[in-house]
């Protein structure tokens, strides 16, 4: 089992910036890529982006050359940094975890809530 909890959400302003962290525990040693995703009210949850413990990085369209993503491998944390963000970036931020033998992502956090608004 891998346990994920979210934190750094908040109400922001357009263009400006905020901060995810995604800390895991548990069975970390099995993990090997970690994804954000978000879902907007009435909206299908969809990708936002995922590193791998390489570092390697992938984003959605909508997001790329906006947010990155990084991660701190002793303290099993992952972070998301978004900047110029938009009203339509609002939506429940979640973290997710591949582990192996898994399918997908297998386990998910609770999600944090990500506002912009004037």
């Known amino acids: 089992q891998v346990q994920l909890v979210e934190s750094g959400g908040g109400l922001v302003q357009p263009g400006g910036s905020l901060r995810l962290s995604c800390a895991a525990s548990g069975r970390t040693g099995s993990t090997y890529a970690m994804g954000w995703f978000r879902q907007a009210p009435g909206k299908e949850r969809e990708f936002v982006g995922r590193?791998?413990?390489?570092?390697?990085?992938l984003y959605a369209d909508s997001v790329k050359d906006r947010f990155t993503i990084s991660g701190d491998n002793s303290k099993n944390t992952v972070y998301l940094q978004m900047n110029s963000l938009k009203p339509e970036d609002t939506a429940v931020y979640y973290c997710a975890a591949s582990v192996v033998g898994g399918s997908g992502y297998d386990y998910w956090g609770q999600g944090t809530q990500v506002t912009v608004s004037s």
């Open positions: 590193i791998r413990w390489s570092h390697s990085t």
